[in-house]
């Protein structure tokens, strides 16, 4: 008998061979959820847990073929986005987008590692806000990363609403900042609108370092969007299993801990495990 399929989810980012991050991370991340992935190589990566040695970026004619190839073949129900690479890889991602205008698109914006390797330089920048960002549905910085968007845009501050406002401003439909970098026991994710904050969760700080703690969020964003959860259900869901995979992590090597992303037996996308505060470590 014929077995209906489960949402199609494309991610498009780097390889981490540690599968702490990048497309590794997305596809244990949206297979937890049900999901189908695919799976569109940007950029190699030689890294461990400690941090980038090397990044290469494809060809940006290689990312769009094999965009395009996967786009003939299967319907996708929603596109997660990461490290782009290039600026010409950025412009061929945001021509692949613009023709499948009713695709959520969640966009994680990886500007560099947690140890601090850069990846993405001005004129890279400069290509996400003006190409990926108006084609965004939901933008989910941490708040350096949200600050150094916010700077390009011309806004010298440190308030993060006002961050928030200028990204979308810049044609973004939603931003959530994470709060991992600030101060304080509790960790304040906040998701943002048009018309201001639409939702803050506040979570318990887990000690310790994660590497790919943003790539689960974005993709469990993303993989609960393609099963029809709304923005806000779709955020809250993810916040709930992106703090389970990282209290659950483990530390294989000598630098960050892993996310484990199959915590829970049975898991259901857009059902938390168990309700409370909780945090990001």
Same mark, same amino acid.
């Given at each position: ?7 199609? $989810? ?37 890294? #461990?847990? *400690?941090? $980038? ?18 786009? @003939? ?14 600026? @010409? ?12 205008? #009713? =695709? ?13 390797? $850069?990846?993405?330089? %001005? #004129? ?27 700077? %390009?845009?011309?806004? %010298? ?19 959530? *900042? ?23 969760d506040a979570w318990e700080r887990l ?8 790539? =689960? ?13 709304? *923005?806000? @259900? ?30 829970? @037996? ?16």
């Amino acid at each position: 008998m014929p077995v209906a399929a489960p949402p199609v $989810v494309m991610s498009l980012a780097a390889s981490d061979p540690t599968c702490g991050a990048g497309l590794q991370a997305d596809l244990l991340t949206l297979a937890a959820h049900g999901c189908h992935p695919l799976t569109v190589v940007t950029a190699l990566t030689v890294q #461990d847990t *400690v941090g $980038v040695e090397a990044l290469l970026p494809l060809d940006a004619d290689w990312v769009t073929a094999q965009a395009r190839n996967l786009l @003939e073949d299967m319907p996708v129900a929603a596109f997660k986005l990461g490290l782009l690479g290039s600026v @010409e890889t950025i412009a061929v991602v945001a021509e692949v987008l613009s023709d499948y205008p #009713d =695709t959520p698109v969640v966009f994680d914006p990886v500007l560099a590692s947690g140890r601090g390797d $850069v990846f993405a330089d %001005e #004129d890279a920048i400069a290509a996400l806000i003006e190409l990926i960002l108006p084609l965004t549905d939901i933008l989910t910085p941490n708040s350096l990363e949200a600050r150094r968007l916010a700077q %390009e845009l011309g806004a %010298e501050t440190s308030d993060l609403a006002e961050c928030a406002r200028r990204l979308i401003e810049a044609g973004c439909q939603h931003v959530l *900042v994470t709060g991992t970098h600030e101060p304080g026991a509790r960790v304040v994710n906040t998701l943002y609108g048009s018309h201001g904050p639409l939702r803050r969760d506040a979570w318990e700080r887990l000690p310790g370092s994660y590497h790919g703690s943003g790539c =689960t969020l974005a993709s469990a964003i993303a993989a609960n969007l393609a099963w029809g959860l709304s *923005v806000q @259900e779709a955020v809250r869901a993810a916040q709930e299993y992106t703090w389970h995979s990282l209290a659950a992590g483990f530390r294989p090597g000598m630098g960050q801990y892993l996310p484990n992303r199959l915590w829970g @037996e049975g898991f259901r996308p857009g059902v938390m495990a168990r309700g409370g505060d909780h945090a990001f470590g």
